[in-house]
């Protein structure tokens, strides 16, 4: 029964540290091939899901925009179950509190086998 109970407490652990670490509901977006009214190929947004993820603003940088004007690029990583991410996306990008983050590279994190890391960069309107 020890050994049962060592399990348990585990098991809360993980789940404990799962449900802090993301805690936050993003949109999950891809672009889908299709043909719009005069026969183009185009690209349209497709709705994925909701998944929960952590998020961290990672980096900054000033820009230049048209017209002799400044604006900022930032960079979020988001931690999400790797389980809930599609494979092979095409544009992919999150939707989080009406700004949309579109990702710039992925990679495994290492603490947490069962997760993954998305650096993203926040779309300027």
Same mark, same amino acid.
């Given at each position: 029964?020890?050994?049962?109970?060592?399990?348990?407490?585990?098991?809360?652990?993980? $789940?404990?540290?799962?449900?802090?670490?993301?805690?936050?509901?993003?949109?999950?977006?891809?672009?889908?091939?299709?043909?719009?009214?005069?026969?183009?190929?185009?690209? #349209?947004?497709?709705?994925?899901?909701?998944?929960?993820?952590?998020?961290?603003?990672?980096?900054?940088?000033?820009?230049?925009?048209?017209?002799? $004007?400044?604006?900022?690029?930032?960079?979020?990583?988001?931690?999400?179950?790797?389980?809930?991410?599609?494979?092979?996306?095409?544009?992919?990008?999150? #939707?989080?509190?009406?700004?949309?983050?579109?990702? $710039?590279?992925?990679?495994?994190?290492?603490?947490?086998?069962?997760?993954?890391?998305?650096?993203?960069?926040?779309?300027?309107?």
């Amino acid at each position: 029964t020890q050994a049962c109970f060592c399990s348990f407490s585990w098991r809360v652990k993980i $789940m404990n540290d799962l449900v802090n670490q993301l805690k936050y509901p993003v949109k999950l977006y891809a672009s889908e091939p299709s043909v719009n009214e005069i026969g183009e190929d185009c690209d #349209v947004p497709k709705y994925l899901g909701t998944l929960w993820a952590g998020i961290t603003p990672s980096s900054g940088k000033n820009v230049n925009i048209a017209g002799d $004007m400044e604006g900022s690029e930032i960079t979020h990583l988001f931690i999400v179950r790797s389980a809930a991410l599609p494979k092979n996306l095409r544009e992919p990008y999150f #939707v989080f509190d009406g700004e949309k983050y579109h990702f $710039m590279y992925v990679y495994p994190y290492f603490k947490q086998r069962d997760r993954i890391q998305i650096y993203c960069r926040r779309e300027e309107k």
